[in-house]
């Protein structure tokens, strides 16, 4: 390996230990009470090493988010292929869990963070389904309410993709932060969330439709 070569893979590799202790502290303190020297003490750096891969905290969190964010919607962009409106909508459901239990931390910073305005409207942005997850799924919802088999109440694919991941987040988020409690008897994430899917995307269907 030239020397080159080694200079870009130990910068990259500086990054990443950047970008995982800042997404670990700011799920843990907040973004607020999160400081950029905080984090270089985190990983052992000077304050001076981490503004030269980052500008602000901000533009740090901003990165992140697009990079957990980017993560989901690959996720989603593999259910993009099955044909069924409705079958679509509980593979969303399922992909969501997967990557709720499988990244915890990608998953409390996205959505159970507190996020500064700039990096919310960079988030409502992002309205092409083949990149923002929100939009995914209120593109999947659309074409479900447009198939003609959900019941005929239903009709705002915004509040349909609303209804549907409510419930969804919130079991995944009771889990995520309280799954270690003893006062509950908790059950399987994954049997639990399946059922709930599927009892939702039940419930939504016209009489006699499949």
């Excluded at 990149?131 to 074409?143: I, K, P």
């Excluded at 005929?152 to 932060?177: F, S, T």
Aim: include cysteine; charged fraction near 30%; proline fraction near 4%.
């Amino acid at each position: 390996m030239g020397s080159r070569e080694r200079r870009t893979r130990e910068r990259e590799k500086t990054r990443e230990r950047i970008l995982d202790a800042a997404r670990k502290m700011f799920v843990r303190h907040g973004y607020e009470a999160t400081t950029m020297r905080a984090i270089a003490d985190k990983i052992e750096y000077t304050p001076t090493a981490i503004y030269h891969h980052f500008r602000n905290k901000q533009a740090l969190l901003t990165e992140l988010v697009i990079a957990d964010l980017e993560s989901l919607a690959s996720a989603f962009r593999q259910i993009g292929r099955i044909e069924d409106p409705v079958e679509r909508l509980g593979r969303i459901g399922q992909a969501y869990v997967e990557f709720a239990l499988d990244h915890p931390m990608h998953y409390q910073l996205i959505f159970l963070t507190k996020h500064p305005l700039e990096t919310v409207k960079m988030r409502l942005a992002r309205q092409d389904p083949a990149e923002g997850a929100y939009a995914f799924l209120r593109a999947a919802c659309a074409a479900a309410i447009q198939s003609g088999r959900l019941r005929p109440d239903i009709k705002d694919p915004d509040e349909l993709a609303q209804m549907l991941w409510a419930p969804v987040h919130g079991l995944m988020a009771l889990h995520i932060v309280k799954g270690e409690d003893p006062w509950v008897e908790w059950r399987d994430a994954r049997k639990t969330a399946a059922r709930m899917n599927e009892t939702m995307v039940r419930g939504l269907l016209r009489e006699g439709a499949r």
